[in-house]
Structure formats: C-alpha cells, structure tokens
C-alpha cells in the first residue's frame, strides 16, 4: 500500500506559486528600468556622469572625456555669462535690448522675437531657459558681449577659468552652423559647469528650470518648459537643461535636492549628465536612473553640526572674546549607505587647527568671517570650513587691539631687520 504525505504536497504547491510570483516580479522590474539598492545602472547612453554638487565627488562616469555635440545645454554658459555682468552691475535685468535681423532667423526653438523691437533682458533669460528659445538666446549673447563674437571668445575663455578643458564654443544657443560646426563639450566639463551654476547663481537659475510653463501675455505665448517631463516624473528635481541636434543627440542636464529626515546626515543635491541618447524618452529615463542610483546608495553623514562653536586659536585661549565662531555649515562627508553604518563619528577626526582671521573690521555683523578651521580625518582627509561670527559687535574688542598692536611691532622688526640684512649683502 502507497501513502500520500498530503501536507508535503500542500507545501511544494505554495512553494512553486511563490517562486512564480518572484520570477514575475523580476521580469518586471528589468523591463521598467528599476536600479535596485547596490546596482550600478547600464545606461543607454553615450556618455554621461554623477556628481554629489556640494562635494563635486563623481558617482558614476561614462566616457566622460569624449567630446560630443551638447546643442541647447550651450544656454547654460549664456546664462552664466549674462548673470553675472549683472551682478557686477555693468547691465540690468530690466535693460531693453533691441533684436537684431540675425537673432530673428535662428532656427528651432523661439520665442518668435522680430527685428527692431526691445525686449526686457530678464524676458530673453526666461524664455532661453525655460522653453530654450534660440532666438532669445542670440540676442542675449550680442547685447552681452557686444557682438557675437565677442560673446563667444568670452563663452570660451570663461570655460577655461572654471576648469572646462574640452569644451569649444562657436556660438550662444548651441544650433549648428552653416558649415556643420557645433559646440562641443564632455560630460566632465559639464557637470564642472552646472556645479559652477549652483554654487554661484543657484537661487536665480533653479527658480526658472524648475519652471513648467512659459508665460508672457503681452505676447499671447503659453508654452511648456523643456524640463517638463522629469520635473513631473520627480517631483525634486527643479532643473537643468535639455538639449538636442541630430548630432547630439537627446541629451539632459538633471539636478535635484533630497531631504534627509535624519538630524544626522545632510540633504544631498546630485547633478546627473547625459549625452547622445536616442530620444527623449531615453534622456529622461536614463537621467532617473542615475538619480535614483545616488539617492538609493548615499547618503551625507554630519561629523561636526552648523553652528557649533570652536575655539579659539592656541595664543588666544587665555582670553574670551565678546563673539563666538560657529560653523556656517555642517561639515559632511558622503558615504555609501554601507560606509555611513561602520562610521565612528566619534573618533573620526585626528586633529583641528582654528585660527581668527588676520584683520577683522568692526562694526562687525553676525555672520561675517572671523576666522576658519581646519580637520584633518584619521584616513588624513582634510576639510576647510570659514567660521563666523554667532552676533554682531560694533567695537573691537580689546584682545584684538593687543594682538594687532604686537603683529604690526612684529611685521616692522621684520621688515627693519631685513633691510640691515640686506645692507650687509
């Protein structure tokens, strides 16, 4: 007689369905393009990066070095060129800058501008970097500069000085030339850009790529941003710049902020490039991917919180100033979520220098730098950080005059002894 272990074919029948449903599972989640926690993403790119903005550190790279076609992701050097002669007050958002018959005839992208009329500067700056007006763009680089070649021999030269060594510019919009040239550029030099365009004009830029729509109503003209499809795919992302030629390809500058909830890590800001994609879709999706990749596998651990307050400089611990010297910032490090957890916060740092700035000016507010700090980690990482004061004084104290008095005794016994020296020589 045959028996029948009935609860053990009871067991392998929900086995069977369980391991079904897993491998359906898998299946799905590789054909949407899911990067699960420790996976770095294969991209359909053809060249792309990933750069914690605070830190510059890369997370990802791929043939970061090639130089391609980037078309409109030009625009950002326009913009930076053209924000920063207004800060320096030599022009203003509100000038009126008459188009030329050369700006009306650019192709692609406009902003239907017409030869002859004036236009406000800030209106150009919007239209070029929310909906990527061409036009717009040109005109903005002639008044800037000059003259278009004048703007462009400065898109150049400002790309060197900012550390873009494989980038060439031929004009303001990034639409290809009559003899087929293109603005060219690699995936390094543009995160070096965008990095640049944060940390310096973050708050202007960010406002208007985080943008949807372009509005003007003097115009009758309603359009979508450029950015529009990953701004909605997630919702913290609030730019960069797209940008296309048959040439380039679809390709997309993304950034975004993540909020951490943890009093111990620090919210993290990524830049994600991607070049020579096959469409739009693509550029899109592949962008996520790399977002999503830093954000699922780093995080910015706090070692020292902003506003912490520090000593004073070795020769000034026996007195007490009338101000303290706080950070102005937290000072992080970013980890992979696997290095955050082995971390000691505790025994990280091996050593701190603190030291009061040479000459400071009073009245002073709260906030101005009165110093900086120094922390050399245990793996001999060095981190710099100004200090600032925690309040405002409006007198000078007086360990400060003493400390001045015996500098200057100091730098003119210097110098006297030098010149006898050299008398003898």
Same mark, same amino acid.
């Given at each position: 007689?045959?028996?029948?272990?009935?609860?053990?074919?009871?067991?392998?029948?929900?086995?069977?369905?369980?391991?079904?449903?897993?491998?359906?599972?898998?299946?799905?989640?590789?054909?949407?393009?899911?990067?699960?926690?420790?996976?770095?993403?294969?991209?359909?790119?053809?060249?792309?990066?990933?750069?914690?903005?605070?830190?510059?550190?890369?997370?990802?790279?791929?043939?970061?070095?090639?130089?391609?076609?980037?078309?409109?992701?030009?625009?950002?050097?326009?913009?930076?060129?053209?924000?920063?002669? =207004?800060?320096?007050?030599? =022009?203003?958002?509100?000038?009126?800058?008459?188009?030329?018959?050369?700006?009306?005839?650019?192709?692609?992208?406009?902003?239907?501008?017409?030869?002859?009329?004036?236009?406000?500067?800030?209106?150009?700056?919007?239209?070029?970097?929310?909906?990527?007006?061409?036009?717009?763009?040109?005109?903005?680089?002639?008044?800037?500069?000059?003259?278009?070649?004048?703007?462009?021999?400065?898109?150049?030269?400002?790309?060197?000085?900012?550390?873009?060594?494989?980038?060439?510019?031929?004009?303001?919009?990034?639409?290809?030339?009559?003899?087929?040239?293109?603005?060219?550029?690699?995936?390094?030099?543009?995160?070096?850009?965008?990095?640049?365009?944060?940390?310096?004009?973050?708050?202007?830029?960010?406002?208007?790529?985080?943008?949807?729509?372009?509005?003007?109503?003097?115009?009758?003209?309603?359009?979508?941003?450029?950015?529009?499809?990953?701004?909605?795919?997630?919702?913290?992302?609030?730019?960069?710049?797209?940008?296309?030629?048959?040439?380039?390809?679809?390709?997309?500058?993304?950034?975004?902020?993540?909020?951490?909830?943890?009093?111990?890590?620090?919210?993290?800001?990524?830049?994600?490039?991607?070049?020579?994609?096959? *469409?739009?879709?693509?550029?899109?999706?592949?962008?996520?991917?790399?977002?999503?990749?830093?954000?699922?596998?780093?995080? !910015?651990? =706090?070692?020292?919180?902003?506003?912490?307050?520090?000593?004073?400089?070795?020769?000034?611990?026996?007195? !007490?100033?009338?101000?303290?010297?706080?950070?102005?910032?937290?000072?992080?490090?970013?980890?992979?979520?696997?290095?955050?957890?082995?971390?000691?916060?505790?025994?990280?740092?091996?050593?701190?220098?603190?030291?009061?700035?040479?000459?400071?000016?009073?009245?002073?507010?709260?906030?101005?730098?009165?110093?900086?700090?120094?922390?050399?980690?245990?793996?001999?990482?060095?981190?710099?950080?100004?200090?600032?004061?925690?309040?405002?004084?409006?007198?000078?104290?007086? =360990?400060?005059?003493?400390?001045?008095?015996?500098? *200057?005794?100091?730098?003119?016994?210097?110098?006297?002894?030098?010149?006898?020296?050299?008398?003898?020589?």
């Amino acid at each position: 007689m045959i028996f029948y272990d009935y609860t053990h074919t009871k067991e392998m029948f929900y086995l069977k369905k369980i391991l079904a449903l897993w491998m359906a599972f898998l299946i799905m989640i590789q054909s949407t393009g899911y990067v699960s926690a420790k996976e770095i993403p294969d991209l359909k790119i053809r060249s792309g990066i990933l750069i914690e903005e605070k830190s510059g550190k890369v997370i990802y790279a791929k043939n970061t070095k090639e130089k391609l076609a980037i078309a409109s992701i030009t625009k950002l050097m326009t913009y930076l060129l053209a924000e920063e002669e =207004i800060k320096k007050g030599k =022009i203003a958002k509100k000038d009126k800058v008459k188009i030329s018959k050369k700006a009306t005839v650019q192709g692609g992208a406009t902003l239907y501008l017409r030869q002859g009329e004036e236009i406000d500067l800030e209106e150009l700056m919007r239209g070029m970097m929310i909906i990527s007006a061409n036009d717009a763009a040109f005109a903005i680089g002639e008044y800037v500069g000059k003259g278009e070649a004048n703007f462009v021999k400065r898109m150049n030269e400002k790309a060197k000085e900012i550390g873009m060594k494989d980038t060439l510019f031929f004009n303001p919009n990034g639409m290809p030339l009559e003899d087929g040239r293109q603005n060219l550029s690699t995936a390094k030099d543009l995160g070096i850009l965008a990095k640049y365009l944060i940390d310096h004009h973050g708050k202007e830029l960010l406002k208007l790529t985080d943008t949807e729509y372009y509005k003007n109503e003097d115009r009758n003209f309603r359009k979508e941003s450029t950015n529009h499809t990953l701004l909605r795919l997630i919702p913290e992302v609030d730019g960069l710049k797209t940008g296309y030629t048959e040439d380039a390809g679809y390709c997309l500058i993304a950034t975004m902020e993540k909020k951490s909830l943890n009093k111990e890590e620090d919210n993290l800001r990524w830049i994600s490039v991607v070049l020579g994609t096959a *469409s739009k879709k693509d550029r899109t999706y592949e962008s996520k991917k790399l977002l999503d990749y830093g954000n699922e596998n780093y995080i !910015k651990k =706090i070692i020292v919180h902003k506003g912490t307050a520090l000593e004073n400089e070795k020769g000034l611990n026996i007195f !007490k100033l009338p101000f303290k010297m706080i950070l102005p910032e937290n000072i992080t490090l970013l980890k992979s979520k696997e290095e955050a957890r082995k971390m000691d916060i505790k025994t990280l740092i091996k050593e701190k220098k603190v030291t009061v700035k040479e000459k400071i000016k009073f009245p002073m507010e709260k906030g101005d730098k009165v110093g900086s700090v120094t922390f050399v980690l245990k793996d001999n990482t060095v981190i710099k950080s100004d200090l600032v004061s925690d309040k405002k004084v409006e007198k000078m104290p007086m =360990i400060l005059r003493i400390k001045y008095f015996f500098k *200057s005794v100091s730098d003119a016994f210097s110098k006297g002894i030098g010149k006898v020296v050299k008398g003898f020589l």
